[in-house]
């Protein structure tokens, strides 16, 4: 539900911006608003996600995801019904302000696994997000405008034709509902520090019926334990796993802000002017290839090269990623199309992605040794998504002003 929540509007945020008329017809602000949309939801996410993380250590994994499934509904229906550029600002600043569920579960990843399958595991923790990524942008490009593109199903439609992009909303909004049900249904907690239903008599004889530790009920407390202070996460063995993970979404998230800027401008500015289409059929190859590769992939060469080289292996490939944009940018100057070698360079970069990806699994690896206490774990995660946030949010808007070689529209 979040990857698809996230992925629904890469390829159509450009085309979004211009049309909420921030940019008063200036194609030069595009990239600015867009990195501005989106740095919101990353600096909400690092006002929140620690503390969600925190919580959950208190009263349990689960009830810490379905509050933030829940929460991620109504910020994608909020998306879908804004005609104004600072009602997306809301929309996202929601989305990022409940999105505290990515260190929660790899909390619960590290807790129903052992040093012989964690490497397993984690290689199979992309596929959501690469599902994600890759029915995302296909949502977002294809139902985009529906009034316009299937005016046979949805042209007496009013509300889709006030809202144009009201459906690539709506179908992430509802998934989110439909994972809420699944994992209020089916997901069993593993953090046993504390019963969140054990304060709710009526559901106290549920929460233990459905103990897959088969735990004695008096060590159940009805109290959460306090919370450890924040300087004790501080050991040198989690700064050791925080630090190779910020620098991996450092480079990630100025490759994805420069992606689709680049995708979608103009070839005056040095774009590739791809229809928003065209952006999403990339990027849902690249999310299909990305989980089919974590799933067979990941794990091998885990075994074969161990964490740090295969982390060293990917952050490497990082150098020739970065470098295609300038020679993209360079080349669609020279062509009146897309010529063949500006269509290897970019099958070139997207290819060097696979990769650059597996470094997210080794740092999950590094953060979940049994050497970081059990009751800390998702602290510890959460102080790490909380860093990821930050340096996200600091670099997403900046990227962006500087792929369409413009300062900020203020600045004059």
Request: aromatic letters at 12%; glycine letters at 8%; a positive charge.
């Amino acid at each position: 539900a979040e990857p698809l929540s996230s992925q629904v509007i890469y390829p159509v945020v450009p085309q979004l911006v211009r049309e909420t008329s921030i940019t008063n017809g200036d194609e030069t602000k595009v990239g600015y608003y867009v990195g501005m949309m989106q740095s919101i939801f990353f600096a909400t996410e690092t006002l929140t996600v620690l503390h969600w993380s925190r919580a959950s250590d208190r009263i349990g994994r689960k009830p810490v995801i379905l509050i933030g499934l829940l929460c991620l509904s109504p910020s994608m229906y909020c998306f879908g019904l804004s005609h104004s550029f600072w009602g997306l600002v809301l929309s996202r600043s929601l989305n990022g302000a409940f999105n505290g569920n990515i260190g929660v579960i790899k909390s619960m990843i590290a807790e129903m696994t052992d040093g012989t399958n964690l490497a397993h595991a984690f290689a199979y923790q992309p596929i959501p997000w690469s599902t994600g990524a890759t029915f995302g942008p296909l949502i977002g490009g294809a139902l985009s405008c529906p009034a316009e593109c299937f005016p046979g199903l949805f042209g007496n439609s009013d509300l889709l034709k006030m809202y144009p992009y009201f459906l690539p909303g709506a179908i992430p909004a509802m998934s989110s509902v439909l994972a809420w049900i699944v994992t209020y249904m089916f997901l069993k907690e593993i953090c046993y520090f504390f019963s969140f239903c054990a304060l709710l008599p009526r559901w106290r004889s549920w929460s233990l019926s459905s103990n897959p530790l088969k735990l004695d009920p008096s060590s159940l407390s009805t109290l959460p334990p306090p919370s450890p202070p924040l300087r004790s996460l501080l050991t040198r063995p989690a700064l050791l796993s925080i630090s190779p993970y910020a620098l991996l979404y450092l480079l990630d998230i100025a490759y994805r802000a420069l992606q689709p800027v680049l995708y979608s401008n103009p070839r005056a500015l040095g774009g590739l002017d791809l229809e928003p289409h065209a952006i999403e059929n990339a990027l849902a190859m690249l999310g299909l290839s990305n989980g089919i590769f974590q799933a067979f992939c990941f794990a091998c060469m885990i075994k074969a090269w161990g964490v740090r080289k295969t982390y060293l292996a990917g952050i490497t490939s990082a150098a020739p990623i970065f470098a295609c944009f300038p020679a993209m940018s360079a080349v669609t100057r020279e062509e009146p199309a897309l010529s063949v070698p500006l269509l290897v360079m970019l099958a070139f970069q997207l290819a060097l992605t696979l990769p650059l990806n597996t470094c997210y699994g080794c740092c999950f690896m590094y953060i979940t040794p049994r050497r970081l206490r059990a009751a800390t774990l998702g602290a510890v995660n959460g102080l790490t998504q909380c860093t990821m946030s930050v340096m996200r949010y600091r670099r997403f808007a900046g990227d962006c002003r500087r792929a369409a070689g413009r300062h900020s529209p203020w600045s004059a």
